[in-house]
């Protein structure tokens, strides 16, 4: 146990080896990322930040190398190495679902140098969820408002202060330099115990879409009619998979400037027509149906099958942010009821 004081000192003592990430409330009210200085505290409002973890580990976008137009020079090329951070980063304040959807992405990018780099420079410190939001739905995922997976350390807000609970043992190390922590009183232990049993229930009514989607025959559902009428109304923003943390299809492309040049990754979007485009001018999801089908698809059989999981952590952001309100936990209802 830490009071606020004793933990923004012992941020502030951090932040001379690490850099620090925390939700911030903007000037318009909403939560986003941003740079913790000075022992600084992240605001602890209920939710998701308006962007996903996935930033910090799939940077948009990420140079691959660098090459010069002028082949002799010594520096023609030049390869980015994966690790580019002076400092590890501590990210504090991760919610659960967000800390999950880490560990889902390193299922594709397994072998991938640049994210598993990210991963392993990277700390979180979740704060537990002590009560879900009227777009969260982590529990129908396979997730909890306070679970542990992906995080360093998981920290239980009270009135006076935060219970730190160690996950990993590099997160145990980071701990032990907090210093002045005391023993829980027996009313902080109750308060715990009230929100891991409180929390889950505080989330919509319960359903287990993984198992009943995955006993269902989906790929029988590939031609029902349901899905015309739900692509008729999305405008194919991309909206949903760029703030989505398990979305993560890229592209990648070369950018020069007066014979220097370099080679980038940044985010795609399944939902956009080119994403699919082949040199041919074939294009197997040309058309709106196809793409609306694919992101959902992906994320409730293709992932699954693949990988096991949903690719889905019931964030809540694309419900949230979709401006015609579709949303993924009435398609998976629905594809539960055809
Ligand atoms: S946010 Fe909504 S409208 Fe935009 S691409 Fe996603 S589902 Fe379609
Ligand atoms: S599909 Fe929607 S609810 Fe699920 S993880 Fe992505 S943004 Fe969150």
């Given at each position: 146990m830490l009071d606020n004081k004793d933990f923004s000192a012992w941020l502030s003592r951090l932040s001379d080896s690490h850099d620090i990430y925390g939700p911030k409330k903007t000037r318009k009210g909403m939560l986003e990322w941003a740079r913790l200085e000075g022992g600084q505290l992240p605001d602890p409002e209920p939710g998701v930040p308006?962007?996903?973890?996935?930033t910090f580990y799939f940077p948009q976008p990420e140079t691959l190398f660098e090459f010069s137009a002028r082949p002799k020079k010594e520096d023609a090329f030049r390869l980015h190495e994966p690790s580019r951070h002076q400092n590890p980063r501590l990210l504090i304040g991760v919610r659960p679902c967000d800390a999950r959807s880490v560990v889902l992405n390193s299922m594709p990018y397994q072998e991938d140098p640049y994210f598993q780099e990210n991963r392993r420079n990277t700390f979180l410190l979740g704060y537990a969820c002590s009560q879900g939001c009227?777009?969260?739905?982590?529990t129908w995922t396979g997730g909890s408002p306070v679970g542990q997976d992906g995080l360093d350390i998981l920290a239980f807000l009270l009135e006076d202060g935060l219970v730190l609970e160690p996950v990993t043992e590099r997160g145990e190390e980071l701990l032990e330099k907090a210093g002045s922590a005391r023993d829980l009183t027996r009313a902080q232990e109750q308060k715990v115990d009230e929100i891991r049993q409180k929390a889950p229930a505080s989330l919509p009514e319960e359903m287990e879409p993984a198992p009943r989607l995955r006993e269902k025959e989906l790929m029988a559902l590939y031609d029902a009619p349901f899905w015309q009428e739900l692509s008729d109304s999305c405008i194919n923003c991309g909206t949903c998979t760029f703030l989505c943390p398990t979305c993560y299809c890229f592209d990648i492309q070369d950018e020069t400037l007066r014979g220097r040049g370099r080679r980038i990754r940044y985010w795609d979007s399944c939902?956009?027509?080119?994403?699919?485009?082949h040199a041919s001018g074939h294009n197997p999801r040309g058309e709106k149906i196809k793409r609306v089908r694919n992101r959902f698809m992906h994320k409730l059989k293709y992932f699954p099958d693949r990988f096991g999981p949903l690719s889905c952590v019931g964030c809540g952001r694309c419900v949230r942010d979709c401006p015609v309100n579709i949303d993924i936990r009435q398609v998976m209802k629905e594809l539960l009821a055809i």
């Open positions: 308006k962007s996903s973890i996935k009227s777009t969260c739905f982590c939902m956009f027509p080119l994403f699919t485009l």
